[in-house]
């Protein structure tokens, strides 16, 4: 099925398919803080140290969730709970039935396309080791939706 990436639902996708919508952008490697008053996600331009900026993608993804052990795992079985991502997320666009933008690799056959479209963190971020945790809030970002 060559557009399973758009038809399939996302309790259908075998792990290498689940693996495959990830479209490389990085945004959930990022530093999130949370109101606590109104729930509002406020995305910092801090992101995890494991993340390799260059290609997007974890330094030790199979270690991740030892390195850091609030290291969400996005599954099926959590789907309901992905508002929290950006809003070009393929796994937030699956999961309310969207179809995948343009730019995705999985649509474009290209791994650099969501790089060339300016949606990945690739040259906008900082390493979490050098930001003091009480310095979140300073680099609070708008550019992710």
């Not at 399973?4 to 990830?22: K, S, V």
């Not at 952008?25 to 509002?40: F, M, R, T, V, Y």
Request: some cysteine; proline content about 5%.
């Amino acid at each position: 099925m060559a557009d399973w990436f758009n038809t399939l639902p996302l309790e259908a996708l075998d792990r290498q398919q689940w693996e495959a919508l990830c479209d490389g952008c990085a945004k959930c490697c990022l530093h999130k803080l949370e109101d606590e008053d109104s729930g509002e996600v406020y995305y910092t331009k801090v992101r995890c140290r494991y993340l390799d900026e260059d290609n997007c993608r974890c330094s030790d993804y199979e270690r991740r969730s030892v390195l850091v052990p609030n290291c969400v795992h996005l599954t099926v079985e959590n789907s309901a709970e992905f508002d929290w991502l950006p809003s070009t997320c393929a796994y937030r666009l699956r999961a309310h039935g969207e179809p995948l933008p343009e730019w995705h690799p999985l649509v474009s056959g290209d791994r650099d396309s969501v790089h060339r479209a300016g949606v990945s963190i690739r040259g906008r971020a900082i390493s979490d080791e050098y930001v003091h945790p009480d310095g979140y809030d300073e680099h609070i970002i708008t550019w992710v939706e």
